[in-house]
Each structure stands twice: as C-alpha cells, then as structure tokens.
C-alpha cells in the first residue's frame, strides 16, 4: 500500500468509498505524519483521537452500506482560529491560552458534518495578524520547505501558516484556513499547495475569532484545485447566525470543473508590474499568461488604477476593525486575567492586554485605535473606506473586459523567518498583490506555477467576479494542468 | 405663549431649557442581537447567550420585532421614519458591556424628526398646549449591571440586560420648567404604553431619563448645558430640572461659568452632583458595524407598522368628546393613561350589551361612574386598575342594576365596596343584601306622610318660603326606607305633598 499520507482529498475520500483502503488507516498515517512534524510547529494542539472517532464513523458507515459525506474519511486541519467545542481554541495568543469555547464554529461543523475528521489545531499568526508566521504566541510555524543548499527556516507564509506547512509537508491532505488580506492565497503561494478564499459572505463567520469583520473569509487549503472545490463545497452556505452571510446556494463546483477556457476573457492588471517583485514572479506570471491562452482564454489588458492605494487602505480599515473586534478580551468573563496587587478595573485591563497579547496585535489595536479617534476618523478610516470603494469600481469596470484576473499571489518568494519580522512595513508588502481583491470581497485563488532557481514555490493568482468561483477555479485547474507542479519539499524534520 | 416659570436670582430671572433623552426598553421577548430571553427579575446570568458575554467569534442578527416596536414609537409621533438605517459601534471598556462596545446608532437612526403635544395644565403653570419636537428615535443595546454589594472586594457582574433592546429618544430642547418635562414624560410613557413598545416601567429601570438643562436670561442665547444621567421617576427628573437650574444660576452670578459635564442625580437629597466633565469624556471612536448590514425596510413592512397601530391618546379623547359627548376632563382622565381607556372601552361595551342600549348613550353613566365611584373606592382599597377586583364586565353589570331602576346610585356604591370585598356578582350582593329599590308609589307615599307627620316645625317653614328643605325631606323619607326607594319616586310624591 502506499504512503497515505501522500494521498489528496479526493483520493482518500474514493480509496475509502472503494474500499481501498480503510479510514482508519488514513487517520493513522496522518496522526503519526502529525507526531513525527513536531519540528514544524504547525500544530497547536492535536486531536487525534477525533481523527479516528470520525475516521471509524466513516468505516462503519460504509460497511453499513451508508451513503458517505464528501468528505468521509478524510482527515483535516483546523485553523486555530475557528472555534471548536471542547478542544482549545486560542487564535495563536496568550490571552486565549486554554480557552476551551462550548460551540462549534459553523464552518467547521459544517466539515464534520461532512465526514471529515480533525487532527488538531493548526498554528497561525496571532489573531490572524501577519504573513509569516512569527507572530504567534505558540511559537513560528517552520516552512518545510528550505533553499537548495540552504538549512535557513523559512516563513511558511501566513497567518494561515500552520495549514500550509501542514498541508505541503503532507501531514494532512487539507486544512481551513482565513483569509482578511491574503491570509489563506500567500501561504499557499510560497508552499507551493492550493488555496482558495471565496466571495465574501459564502463562508459563515459564526465561531471564527474575528481579525476584521468586513474582510474576513473562511476558505480551503489543499494540495490541487479539485480538492480545493471540494473542502469549499463543504464549508460554505447560508448561516442566519452570521448577518454577512449569503442567502444562495452552494454551487456544484466539483462537479462543474472546467479547464478549458475557449470563449473565457482573462485580465492582466497592468498595475501589478510592480518595481520591487521579484523576477521569477515576473517570469513565472508572464508563463500563466501563456498557459492561459493555451487553454482557449483571451487575454486582455485591464487597468485596475488605485490599485496602489488598497494596502495603505486595508491597513487602516482592517486594524480600526480590529481594535474594536479584540475590546472582549479584557480578563472579565474568559481568557487570561492579569490582576496585579491592588489593581482596579483599567489595571486589570491594562495588565491583561498588556500580557496577553503580542507586539503586532498591540500594534494593530494602536494603529486602529488611533484611524477611529475623534479628529483622525474622517482623514483616516473615511478616506480608506472611499478608497475601498474606489478600489471595489476598479474591479466592476475590469469586468466589463474580462471573466477572470490573473496576477502573482506574492511579490517574492519564501522569505526567511525573522528576514522581516523588524521591518512591519516590508512584511506588509507581502500583501499588496492579495488586498486589493479582499477589499473588494472577491473570490481568489493561488495556484502552484513552479519553482524559482533557490527551488522555492511561486504561486499564481486568479481573482474572479463575485460569487464566480467556478470561474476561478477553472482557470486555476488550467494552470494546474500546464504546470505539472509535482514538486514537495524534501523531509529534514 | 412662553412658559412663565423663571429662576429668580439675585440678578433677574432667568429662563431654563431642557431637552430630555429617554431610554426606553423595547418591549419584546427577546434581545435586539441574540435569542436572549428579556424578562425583568430573572435570576443573574440566566438570560445570557453566547453573543451577549461576546464569546470569541459570535456575531450579532437583528431582532426585527424590536425594529418593528421602533417604527411603530415613530409613527405614534409621527416621525418620519428612515427607511435605511444603520448600526454604529460605540466603543468604550467597562466590566458590564461585554464586547467592549455598544452597537448603537449614531450617523443614520432609524427615526429621525417627529413630535409630540403636551396639554396645558394651568395648575402646573402650562398655560397652553405645547408641541415639543423629537428629534430623532434611535436603537441601540443596553449594557449589563454591576453589583457593588456582593462581595467585600469584588464586584459582580449581571449579564441580564446586557443587549436588551432600547430605543433611544431624543427631545429638542423645546420644554422650559420641569412641569413641562413631566408633561412631556407622562405623554411619551403613555403613548409608549399604547403603542405597546415599553411597558414604560421606570422603578424596574424600562424606562430612563438622561436630563439636559441649560439657563439663560430672556433673549439670550442658550447657555452651556449639563447633562444628568439615568434619572429614573418623573418626580425626580422634575426635581432635578429644578435643583439644577438653581445651582447654575447660582453658579453664574457668582460669577463661574457652567461646564459642559456629565451629572448624577442623588434622589434622597434630590441634588445633582459631577460625575465626569466633557475634557475627560470618553472617545467612543464610532464607527459602522462591520458585523451587521444596513438596515433597509420596505413599504409592506411600514404598512404592517403603521395598520398595527392602536387609536393613540390624542385621537381617542377628541373621538370621547365629539363622539361619546364626554366632558373633556373625563376624556382626558380615561385617555391619559392606555389601561384606564380600555377599562373604560370594555365597561362601555358590556354596558351596551347590558342594557341594549347604544354605547353612545351610557357612555356619560360610564365615564362618571368609572371616574368619581371605581377610581376612589380602588384607591380606598389600596388598588390599582389593572389589578381591579371588579372587572369591566361586573362594572357593567352594576351600571345595568342602576340604569334599570333595580337599585339606587347610593345603593350601588354599598355594592361596589361589597364587590371590591367579595368578588361577587352585584345582582347576587343585591339579592343577598334585600338592596333592590323601593318604586312602589304606595309604600313611599306612606313613608311621606310619616315623615311631614313627624317634622310639623319643618313643614311650616317650608310653606313658609324655605324652599331648601324640599332636599331635608328626601333625604329624611330615603332613610325611613333605608336608602331603597327609588329617588325620583320620592320626589314626585314629595311634591304633590307640598304642592
């Protein structure tokens, strides 16, 4: 039998249906896949007695001649973000540490109801506040990929950096992941694996600790476009507990996937040539263009102009949102109280916000506190909110020329843990080729288009019009077939 | 015609302005962003869900019927009513508001300019009829309480309340006396209570007041305001009106300015006292909630609003009035208040049924029975209407045994208070009591004669011009029968007698 591990989503859902190979068998591999990783840190807490209650559910139901969940037997990864009940649920942060909530996230029971199982808690930045990794309180998750001829640990993107590591070391076939400002498309992006936010509002928020309420999105991380479709399939649908949600349904995207794109449009925003990418992105851009228009697309010249304006923007609106979003965790009700000697009521607030949470989150609260203040709101967070809106009409007028937009997922490859961890600026910039798609609440993908000459993932970009993910994932299954991505980071740990 | 109530201060008189804020929780079954429960009393905590103590990842969902309570108050001061609103957070740290805001609404309410018209009250020095405007009608969460009390360090904190639904209504400053202010609270309580958005329960904290007042000498412009919180009875917000104006002109012509600050009110000296002054006011940083949508309400929902409104106090006295041929004291006492009017509206009715007659005709019988007997002998009993004794129905029937002739109105009053004591039927008490009136002429012309026998004196001076003792020989011969006869029986007889 060969290594389960190594199995995709679809693969394992089928090999199970089929009698190939037993549930079991696949959480067993996966949860010593997931002992064996401790180097990787990609796990906050395992479970994985869960992946085998779930995994023996799925085989018993079969030999009961049941019919399976589309995701029966496969086990998964859950973003530490989604609350989960019973099982500790922290964001990656201290002031959460040992918070156990008593409900279970939408999106995730959603994933259960499916069939699938839970190997634990993946890692992240902390609050979902970064793109690398490094901000979580549990410690950095370590890519498992590194440079030829390099030991350096590298970033494994973020903040769903634990999903992705996981997911490219093959510890798990796919994993949840969030995504406010490119939080599920760069990690997937420079690990070299699948990852997809859809429109926003397809995904219920009900049970995610929320970042920024406006921007954030449940999406899917795994190793191919199909099995992408799958995990979302699963995942999204209308929730009346969360006001944003979409009252449509679901499409069968698994089922609808289409690589070839003959009739289809598909944009080249001009703005993206940024000065600063790296010139593998460049060339590994220009090659999705050409394997585009191999699989029967147009391609077209768009113009998105304030594309330069969307980091500066969403840098100001997703902080005001969170500064407000993180006020509950103040050491009343849950979650870490610092009480010092004497203290009153502000002491208290002040100690515990002060010890529980890290660096980057106090420096978004400060940022968001300080847009939102009387005299600042209308030079900060209006402006933003009018150039969110700008931003958005870009992409209205884009669609009246094409169906689809590709664009690189990152400007650079991998970077290397603490490269820029003293420069939030730089790692801010990670995000330019991702915010601008979350303003506008689109759907977007990144997809594996190669390796640089370090022998590092790139990722390639495709961002749809709302509510089209089947059109981003077609085209991203397009490229996917041209690239022959087969590529995986080579075991050090 | 402006009001005539004046500070007097050493250096003149000075005018007051006030404009209130009144909280008001919304009468609903559960809370304005959860499935919370919302009754009063409940042991702490216990109404308290996962969205209230803003557990990690909840999100709020808009209770519409709160929205519905909202528009309709809106429509009962016909306001116009914004058919897209939108939610702000206000954000500020304290142990009793768990998400660490409170969504409220700022930029766009949901109500926005209406009115409402307090009656001049020449007693209470309000000389005429007075339309004080609204200006706008919000909707916002309540926070929870803390309890000081419990512990000899701690404090504890009661969920409860926290995001209960309030409705936010906000006065221009157009009253000039506390007068006016309690007018104008007992008019918005009432309409509140007929449009059955609040219960308007000020001791249990359902309806609240946050008080501004500002002085100034006649043709002046206005002058800086404080601003008392959460004042929690009628009396103390008049109270407080006065107490305030006074210190400020007091505070003015020592020569002092006002600064614009937060008050409390202390009801046992009736006194307002600094809570926080506006340099160190909150910065609530509002800004829109990115959790919920805009609000956007459509014609089939403002016209169910609007069909579901009761006849409104106003309205229902003038149709008392032209309609019914009330005085327009008694329509206003039975409007005043919207369980009075339905008492009333339910004795009317079963009095109609009763004596087949229309309603239009006993409404008089009604009215005045309802104000001069019931209303005392409740209040002699230590009762209030809605916890009568006696329902509408027993009222009508008792009204019935008068109109018909069976017992006197003096009869009837013995048997109201026997009704209030026993619960019984007044036909049963009559029956039981031997009350049914005396009509036979027979009976009461001996009962006459016995009397003008026995008061010979009396007799002459009558005849002799002393008109007034026609009323000494009633009353003389209703108490030889014990209060049965039939009063206009007497007097005929009384008269052919004297005659």
Request: net charge negative; charged share 20%; aromatic share 6%.
């Amino acid at each position: 039998m060969s290594d389960l591990t190594q199995l995709g989503v679809r693969a394992i859902r089928d090999g199970v249906a089929g009698g190939e190979f037993s549930a079991r068998e696949v959480a067993e591999a996966c949860n010593a896949a997931v002992a064996e990783a401790g180097a990787l840190n990609a796990f906050i807490v395992t479970t994985p007695e869960r992946a085998l209650e779930a995994a023996d559910r799925a085989d018993s139901a079969r030999s009961a001649g049941e019919t399976l969940g589309p995701l029966a037997g496969v086990p998964i990864g859950m973003k530490d973000l989604f609350a989960t009940r019973g099982v500790q649920t922290t964001a990656a942060s201290h002031i959460l540490e040992g918070f156990v909530p008593q409900y279970e996230s939408t999106v995730s029971q959603r994933l259960w109801d499916a069939g699938a199982g839970m190997l634990g808690k993946l890692n992240l930045d902390q609050f979902a506040m970064g793109s690398s990794n490094e901000t979580s309180y549990f410690g950095n998750v370590s890519s498992p990929w590194r440079r030829a001829g390099s030991n350096a640990a590298l970033a494994p993107g973020g903040s769903s950096g634990g999903s992705s590591a996981a997911i490219a070391a093959r510890l798990c076939p796919a994993a949840t992941g969030t995504d406010t400002g490119g939080s599920i498309r760069q990690p997937a992006a420079i690990t070299g694996i699948c990852g997809i936010k859809p429109t926003y509002g397809r995904c219920s928020r009900w049970g995610i600790v929320a970042f920024a309420s406006s921007l954030d999105q449940a999406g899917a991380m795994a190793r191919s476009v199909e099995d992408c479709a799958i995990m979302l399939e699963a995942m999204a649908g209308f929730d009346p507990k969360d006001s944003t949600s979409i009252d449509m349904p679901v499409p069968g995207w698994t089922k609808a996937l289409d690589a070839s794109l003959a009739g289809k449009r598909v944009g080249i925003p001009r703005e993206y040539r940024m000065d600063g990418t790296d010139a593998a992105i460049v060339a590994s851009w220009d090659q999705g263009i050409a394997w585009l228009k191999d699989a029967g697309a147009e391609i077209v010249d768009i113009s998105l102009p304030h594309t330069n304006y969307a980091l500066p923007a969403y840098y100001i609106i997703a902080p005001a949102e969170a500064s407000s979003n993180l006020a509950r965790y103040d050491g009343v009700r849950y979650g870490l109280r610092d009480l010092p000697a004497g203290a009153n009521l502000q002491d208290m607030y002040a100690a515990t916000r002060a010890a529980g949470f890290g660096e980057e989150v106090k420096r978004r609260v400060l940022i968001g506190t300080y847009v939102l203040s009387a005299g600042y709101y209308d030079a900060y967070y209006t402006q933003a909110m009018k150039v969110r809106t700008l931003v958005a009409r870009d992409f209205i007028d884009a669609w009246a020329r094409c169906d689809v937009i590709l664009a690189p997922s990152t400007p650079n490859a991998a970077f290397a843990l603490g490269e820029k961890l003293a420069d939030p600026l730089a790692m801010y910039l990670n995000d330019v080729f991702s915010v601008p798609a979350s303003l506008a609440g689109l759907p977007a993908m990144s997809v594996p288009a190669g390796l640089d000459e370090a022998g590092l993932p790139l990722g390639l970009q495709l961002i749809g019009q709302p509510f089209d993910e089947q059109g981003v994932l077609d085209a991203a299954l397009a490229i996917e077939q041209r690239a022959g991505f087969t590529a995986k980071p080579e075991r050090w740990w | 015609m402006m009001s005539t109530y004046r500070i007097h201060g050493a250096t003149g008189e000075w005018e007051v302005v006030i404009g209130l804020e009144v909280h008001a929780q919304v009468t609903s079954n559960a809370k304005l962003f959860s499935g919370a429960a919302t009754a009063f009393g409940a042991e702490p905590n216990a109404q308290v869900s996962l969205v209230d103590a803003a557990m990690p990842g909840m999100l709020p969902v808009l209770n519409r019927e709160c929205i519905r309570q909202a528009v309709r108050t809106g429509m009962a001061i016909e306001a116009q009513i914004n058919r897209w609103s939108r939610f702000d957070r206000k954000n500020y740290f304290y142990a009793d508001l768990p998400q660490g805001y409170q969504i409220s609404q700022l930029y766009h309410p949901l109500v926005g300019e209406g009115s409402l018209a307090i009656e001049a009250d020449e007693k209470a020095g309000i000389a005429e009829d007075k339309l004080i405007g609204i200006e706008r009608i919000h909707v916002e969460q309540d926070a929870g309480k803390l309890m000081h009390d419990q512990h000899p360090t701690m404090s504890y904190v009661d969920l409860n309340r926290s995001g209960v639904a309030l409705m936010e209504i906000v006065s221009r400053p157009d009253m000039a006396s506390p007068a006016e202010a309690g007018a104008y609270l007992r008019k918005l309580r009432a309409i509140l209570r007929y449009v059955g958005s609040c219960d308007g329960n000020m001791e249990e904290g359902s309806m609240r007041a946050d008080v501004n007042v500002s002085v100034r000498k006649a043709g002046e412009p206005l002058g800086t305001r404080t601003e008392t919180k959460n004042v929690n009875s009628v009396r103390f917000v008049m109270q407080a009106i006065e107490h305030e104006a006074r210190r400020q002109v007091e505070v003015l012509e020592d020569g002092g300015r006002i600064v614009q600050e937060t008050r409390l009110f202390d009801p046992g000296s009736g006194t307002t006292r600094s809570m926080r002054s506006k340099e160190d006011a909150h910065d609530y940083r509002y800004f829109p909630d990115p959790d919920l949508l805009p609000l956007e309400l459509d014609q089939a929902f403002l016209d169910e609003c609007r069909a579901s409104l009761p006849e409104l106090p106003d309205a229902k006295r003038r149709r008392y009035e032209s309609e019914l041929g009330l005085s327009s004291y008694n329509a206003a006492v039975l409007t005043a208040e919207v369980e009075t009017a339905r008492w009333f509206e339910a004795l009317l009715l079963a009095s109609a049924t009763a004596q087949g007659k229309p309603p239009a005709e006993l409404a008089k019988q009604a009215a005045n029975w309802l104000i001069s007997e019931l209303f005392g002998a409740l209040n002699k009993a230590g009762h209030a209407l809605e916890d009568s004794p006696v329902t509408p129905e027993r009222g009508a029937e008792l009204l019935a045994l008068v109109g018909k002739g069976t017992i006197s109105g003096s009869i009837a009053k013995q048997v109201l208070e026997t009704m209030l004591e026993t619960g019984d039927a007044p036909a049963a008490i009559v029956e039981r009591e031997g009350l049914v009136q005396e009509s036979d002429t027979g009976a009461i012309e001996a009962a006459v004669d016995e009397v003008l026998a026995a008061n010979p004196e009396k007799l002459a001076e009558y005849r002799g011009g002393k008109d007034k003792l026609f009323g000494f020989f009633v009353g003389q011969v209703m108490r030889a029968m014990s209060g049965k006869a039939n009063p206009q029986v007497i007097n005929e007889v009384l008269k052919r007698r004297l005659g």
